[in-house]
C-alpha cells in the first residue's frame, strides 16, 4: 500500500511555457525539474549558479522535498547539485531552485526549459530529543570516519 499526500503547486508568472515536475516513467521515484532560465546559461568547468525552476510548492507537515542531480546530467557532463540532496521544508514557499555545478571540462549550455534536476519527497518524523547523561552502548561506540578499514 502506498501513501498519497496532496502538494499544491503553483506555476510564476512568465513561466507558463515551462513544465511542471512530472514523473518520467510510471515507477520513477523523482519528479524532473525544468530550468526557467530566461536565456541560455552557460555554466563553465567549476561555476556554480542557483537555476529557477517557474514555481512554488506548498506541502503539508511531514514531508520534505530532496533536491537531487539527473544521473545522465551527472554521467555525461559532469553536471551535479551542490548541497545534494537539497532540503525544501514543508514551509518554503518561495520559488524553487536548483544548485548546479559543472564539475567537466567542458562548457555546459542550460537552455530554458531543459530537465536539470529531479525532485523526491521524503517523510519526515516528528523527533523528541531526550536530555541524558549517558547514551547506552554499541558495538560501534564512537567509531568514526573509516573506523572499520579501508
Known sequence: MSLSY????????????IELPRQMSELAAGFDLHAAVTEDLALEPGQRRLIPTGFAMAMPAGLEAQIRPRSGLAYKHGITCLN?????????RGEVKVLLI???QETFVISRGERIAQMVFQTVPAIEFVPVEVLSDSVRGAGGFGHTGK
Open 102 to 104: 559543472n564539475l567537466g
Open 84 to 92: 545534494s540532496p537539497g532540503t525544501i521544508d514543508a514551509d518554503y
Open 6 to 17: 496532496s502538494v499544491e503547486i503553483k506555476r510564476l508568472e512568465g513561466n507558463e511555457d
